[in-house]
């Protein structure tokens, strides 16, 4: 059974798990090291031990870019995204989305188009929070517009709501649900669930509300293991997994294929 989101997006399970490549620091980054060649190397070799895996879908992500810029990453970013992108995408022969960090959701939806993506996840979807980089506000009204602009209206939109990494206090009076309302009234595509930080999972009545207050499929984003995948199995639309697929469980170790196999052997039963 496939789980379509927007037309261009298919998934060959029900519940797909979507494994994280986290792209070396990029041109211009503290702590950027290495050519845009051997990024696009390191990129393509963690791809293909994803797809040997069995894995359903990949995200990529600039993680190691910190510390992150608000709202915007410049030219020399997009352009390398995109060529990692588009590679990506043709080696692996499955669906790939993209997200730029932090809240550079414009220049994504960008490089998601020039590379032939499925989809990007987004922070600040609908309504705004206090990231580490500062106040970010809702973009779903300019990013809707920018995507019918650019003629990239098979790109699916998948939206973080309460993200890790930030402070709700503004939104303290709005529930999870309501925020989960709120993507699909604003035409989002997705909703994503996390934990309080990288590598934290996400609370079980999170999703139960998430997933009563909106028809859209809900992603959980963060903190699945092989341990806990059984406990969200049954309501969760599919997993975002990177973590749980590194040495140590730590995001910017190498693949652990061991944890690797280990994860894709438990969701297979």
């Keep these: 059974m496939k ?38 190397r390191q990129s393509l070799l963690e791809a293909a031990i994803y797809k040997r ?11 190691h870019d910190t510390p992150y810029l608000k709202g915007s990453v410049g030219p020399e970013i997009v352009a390398t995204l995109s060529i990692i992108a588009r590679q990506v995408r043709a080696a692996s022969q499955l669906p790939c989305g993209i997200q730029i960090l932090a809240g550079a959701n414009h220049e994504a939806l960008a490089v998601a188009h020039a590379a032939q993506l499925d ?8 309504f705004a929070h206090v990231a580490d980089e500062g106040f ?9 517009r920018y995507r019918r ?4 209206d098979s790109i699916s939109i998948w939206a973080d709501i309460k993200k890790k990494h930030s402070s709700h206090a503004i939104t303290a009076d709005i529930s999870i649900g309501e925020v989960a309302h709120a993507v699909e009234f604003m035409k989002g595509d997705a909703v ?4 309080a930080t990288t590598g934290d999972a996400p609370q079980l009545a999170d999703l139960r509300k998430s997933k009563t207050a909106t028809s859209l499929p809900v992603f959980l984003g963060s903190g699945i293991t092989h341990k ?14 990177g973590s749980e697929f590194k040495e140590d469980g730590k995001w910017f170790n190498p693949i652990d294929e061991k944890r690797l196999h280990r994860f894709m052997s438990r969701h297979r039963q």
Excluded: W
């Design 228 to 241: 806990n995948l059984r406990s969200y199995l049954k309501l969760a639309d599919g997993f975002i997994v």
């Design 119 to 126: 989809f990007i996840r987004i922070e600040a979807f609908s």
């Design 53 to 63: 895996a069995g894995v359903h879908g990949i995200l990529i992500e600039n993680m």
């Design 149 to 152: 602009a650019i003629g990239a």
């Design 136 to 144: 970010m506000e809702s973009c779903a009204g300019k990013l809707l």
């Design 192 to 195: 994503i669930i996390t934990g």
């Design 3 to 40: 789980i379509p989101l927007r037309p261009s997006v298919r998934f060959s399970h029900q519940k797909p798990v979507i494994a994280m490549v986290h792209v070396g620091a990029l041109p211009g980054t503290p702590s950027h090291h290495f050519s845009v060649k051997e990024l696009e």
